[in-house]
């Protein structure tokens, strides 16, 4: 497993935009280059949920009630990922994940709280 630190989250209203990032610190670049990095979220009372992942080869997938809103992206070079979140709803208020899949192997950040809110 490799620790990864998010930051970005925070309060916002709707409509609104927040960029969330995840960094890898401690990882060796040779390997975070082969992995499958991703962010998922989690609000009160419901199961955590996919929202976005993006492969070492940059391919994208979206959760449909993020598609065209929100945009993964990776730099290599830098270890790290990003969420940029546009067009934000109360309903994507939770607590967001980055999350690390190395052939199976899983990583989860401590999260970061979004609140989307007047």
């Known amino acids: 497993q490799v620790p990864l630190v998010e930051s970005g989250g925070g309060l916002v209203q709707p409509g609104g935009s927040l960029r969330l990032s995840c960094r890898a610190p401690?990882?060796?670049?040779?390997?975070?280059?082969?992995?499958?990095m991703g962010w998922y979220r989690q609000a009160p009372g419901k199961q955590r949920e996919l929202v976005a992942t993006?492969?070492?080869?940059?391919?994208?997938n979206y959760a449909d009630s993020v598609k065209g809103r929100f945009a993964i992206s990776r730099d290599n070079s830098r270890k790290t990922i990003w969420l940029q979140m546009n067009s934000l709803k109360p309903e994507d208020t939770a607590i967001y994940y980055c999350?690390?899949?190395?052939?199976?192997?899983?990583?989860w950040g401590q999260g970061t709280q979004v609140t989307v809110s007047s």
């Open positions: 999350n690390a899949d190395q052939s199976g192997s899983i990583s």
């Open positions: 401690r990882a060796i670049f040779s390997t975070f280059i082969t992995y499958t």
């Open positions: 993006i492969t070492n080869r940059g391919s994208a």
